[in-house]
């Protein structure tokens, strides 16, 4: 007796491995979304940081980059320098170099620098409009904790505070 096939027949398993198929491209896809999106950061930074380097060696660059007012040229040129710092040590972060509670004891290393300190005060106003849920943010709060904890008790600069890192 001959048997009919349906052209039904195999039809579930085309299409579970069409969905598999599917689902591999799409996080394929995700990945390079991903990828494009972390070489762009690290070239916006290359560039930001190309910018600081060229302003730090020619004071009349560095006037021009900076938004702070009456500085001495070498006064803005620490400002340049520490503004620096602090982006290289926050994008290490964003591309996964540190982890936040690695970022946190860098940057609590950091604010026991006088002319970090400093910094950090001049640019209070550059900082209040940022967006709360920005990591950024998070930053911000976390080192004016820091840095109210080094002027309280200046012999516990070591101890890590409450844990901001919402991650």
Avoid: K
Avoid at 9 to 23: N, P
């Amino acid at each position: 007796m001959a048997t009919l096939t349906s052209p039904l027949r195999g039809m579930g398993s085309r299409l579970r491995a069409g969905f598999g198929r599917r689902r591999r491209r799409d996080e394929l896809l995700e990945r390079l979304v991903e990828e494009m999106s972390r070489a762009n950061v690290l070239r916006q930074h290359s560039l930001f940081l190309d910018q600081l380097d060229r302003a730090i060696d020619d004071p009349d660059l560095a006037a021009a980059l900076s938004t702070l007012p009456d500085l001495s040229d070498r006064e803005r040129r620490l400002m340049l320098w520490v503004n620096r710092e602090y982006a290289v040590l926050l994008l290490a972060h964003r591309v996964g170099a540190f982890c936040w509670d690695e970022l946190i004891g860098h940057l609590r290393v950091l604010c026991r620098n006088e002319i970090f300190q400093l910094y950090w005060t001049r640019t209070v106003d550059h900082r209040r409009s940022l967006a709360p849920d920005t990591l950024d943010a998070r930053v911000r709060d976390a080192l004016n904790s820091i840095i109210e904890e080094l002027a309280t008790d200046p012999e516990e600069w070591w101890v890590v505070g409450p844990d901001t890192s919402a991650d």
